[in-house]
């Protein structure tokens, strides 16, 4: 059965700075992982699938990188909007999400 | 515009069955390899997927919820249907529809909004 471990917890950075967020399988999921952004009462939103391609709308600081079973999404320059949870989903099987990252102001 | 809408009750009692309903617009659940999933999450935790039915009516089911779970669809009033038998208190949780527009290997584009369902006597 696949694992999806997101890595860190909780990410502390300040405006303007870069954050990078990991998402490890345990094993091979192909590129066949999205990764979608979380506030407080509301719906996940899709930022990026194919591992790579940006949704519909995402700004063009989201990106992700990454096969196999190792992922990243990076915010290039974090907006005071971007403060949220984000969660990994692997879609090569049955769907799976990671635990989250929660992004915070620091 | 694509939007979807769970309804069901708020509140459920312990060895009840939960009926949650998803009704959609902006597209048909008839189109080729478009697919609806129920997926759920505990306030204050990660989100898991339950179950997903496509418009060829494959359906699919978490396995370790698998016994519980029914999935189903009547395309003409646009709306999904998940049961869930024998609640439990820790099934309290938001429980969304998501869109699957392109068959199985492609993530959830659209969500609706949520309803919280709280399990309590």
């Known amino acids: 059965e696949i694992v999806m471990m997101q890595s860190p917890a909780t990410l502390s950075v300040s405006p303007g700075e870069r954050a990078t967020l990991s998402c490890r399988a345990s094993?091979?999921?192909?590129?066949?992982l999205a990764w979608y952004q979380q506030k407080p009462g509301q719906a996940p939103r899709l930022l990026i699938y194919?591992?790579?391609t940006r949704a519909t709308g995402i700004p063009a600081r989201f990106s992700g990188s990454g096969s196999g079973t190792e992922f990243t999404l990076t915010i290039s320059s974090l907006q005071s909007e971007d403060f949220a949870v984000y969660y990994c989903?692997?879609?090569?099987?049955?769907?799976?999400f990671g635990g989250g990252t929660k992004v915070e102001i620091k | 515009q694509v939007t979807l809408k769970e309804s069901g009750p708020v509140l459920v009692k312990p060895t009840e069955t939960l009926t949650l309903t998803c009704t959609v617009s902006?597209?048909?659940?008839?189109?080729?390899?478009?697919?609806v999933s129920w997926i759920r999450q505990p306030p204050g935790k990660a989100l898991e997927w339950l179950a997903h039915?496509?418009?060829?009516?494959?359906?699919s089911y978490s396995t370790s919820l698998k016994s519980r779970l029914t999935i189903s669809k009547d395309t003409s009033k646009s709306q999904v249907v998940l049961t869930m038998t024998n609640m439990d208190p820790v099934d309290t949780a938001t429980y969304y529809c998501?869109?699957?527009?392109?068959?199985?290997?492609?993530?959830?584009?659209?969500w609706g909004q949520g309803t919280l369902v709280t399990v309590s006597s």
């Open positions: 094993q091979s999921v192909s590129s066949n």
């Open positions: 998501a869109r699957i527009p392109r068959g199985e290997l492609f993530p959830f584009d659209y």
């Open positions: 902006g597209f048909s659940l008839s189109n080729a390899r478009m697919g």
């Open positions: 039915i496509f418009s060829n009516d494959e359906k």
């Open positions: 989903q692997q879609y090569n099987n049955w769907p799976l």
């Open positions: 194919g591992a790579s």
